[in-house]
């Protein structure tokens, strides 16, 4: 099965424009979510949106930063797997289902534990277990599949404008033309410090939250400390998922168009895909971050390069 190029028209040869477009202009899909909450061993929980068609193959989808179940992203490819035979789990992390989550905690881009709950819940009810993860949860994915011998229970993983070296990704986004995308990232997050503050008033303090310019200052006065690491650029090394994908044991693919506003191009895992004969990468000329879009169609072009890539991984074949 072959991938198509992403050839899209001339105003969306731009990352800024295909990105915005895809974000605020693209339509909805409308689905049947029904909602399961997933408590957790330490008195938390999980809430997952499920369609469930009593297919035999299951795809988790993993949304970004300050993302939901509800990201067009996320429905767009609920819509197009659950079409064509898939049953769908789209993952709300801590926190980002609408109602905040019990404990200290909340969710980063390395918290793989929790998608290890996720998987073993349903590891036992289907043939089949696809991981696909979008920006912060492509991240989380290939990290998932590659820190562990995750073979037995996956049997292939898509990671989409993903940033795989997190220091890198998250200076790009303290850059000038990337300053409209930091500012609405830090409303929801700031928004969560201050009901996390109600909950651990002694642990999240807000004294100088409004101080935080930056992602990466957020992540050094926030994400950080609270999930049990030294600092940002300690978090960043942990868990930049570059470093796993040489081991990942599923066959995966990583889709980051080069004018991604988000991720600069220096550091896209060329190399670490080359080590792994399982891994490939696709790196359009266009395409922006999480956008694709093709215009006054129903699915984006990585919707359908989804599609092809599970299908090509399945055995279950429709």
Not at 48 to 75: M, P, Q
Not at 208 to 219: G, P, Q, S
Request: aromatic content about 12%; overall charge neutral.
């Amino acid at each position: 099965m072959e991938f198509t190029e992403y050839e899209p028209t001339l105003f969306l040869k731009n990352g800024h424009i295909n990105t915005i477009y895809a974000s605020l202009c693209r339509p909805a899909h409308v689905l049947s979510f029904k909602r399961e909450k997933l408590y957790t061993p330490d008195d938390d929980f999980l809430d997952l949106d499920t369609l469930f068609k009593n297919n035999r193959r299951l795809a988790i989808l993993c949304h970004g930063l300050e993302g939901t179940s509800g990201s067009k992203y996320i429905l767009a490819t609920s819509s197009i797997l659950s079409k064509n035979y898939w049953d769908i789990v789209a993952v709300n992390y801590r926190g980002c289902s609408g109602n905040i989550n019990n404990q200290v905690r909340m969710y980063h881009s390395g918290a793989t534990d929790d998608l290890e709950l996720v998987v073993n819940l349903f590891k036992d009810a289907y043939r089949e277990i696809h991981l696909v993860g979008f920006s912060l949860g492509g991240n989380l994915v290939l990290k998932y599949c590659g820190e562990a011998d995750r073979s037995q229970t996956i049997k292939s993983v898509v990671a989409i404008s993903t940033p795989t070296n997190l220091k890198a990704g998250s200076l790009q986004l303290n850059t000038p033309s990337n300053l409209l995308y930091t500012k609405k990232f830090l409303a929801t997050l700031k928004e969560k410090i201050r009901l996390k503050h109600a909950q651990y008033p002694e642990i999240y303090k807000v004294e100088k939250l409004n101080e935080i310019k930056t992602v990466y200052e957020f992540d050094d006065y926030y994400t950080a400390p609270i999930h049990g690491f030294k600092n940002a650029d300690d978090y960043y090394q942990k868990c930049s998922s570059a470093q796993f994908i040489e081991s990942i044991k599923n066959p995966g693919l990583i889709i980051n168009a080069l004018d991604d506003p988000f991720l600069p191009n220096e550091f896209y895992p060329f190399e670490e895909v080359r080590n792994n004969k399982l891994m490939s990468i696709l790196s359009p000329k266009n395409g922006g971050h999480v956008g694709f879009v093709k215009f006054g169609k129903k699915y984006y072009w990585s919707d359908e390069q989804i599609k092809m890539f599970l299908e090509k991984n399945s055995e279950m074949p429709m």
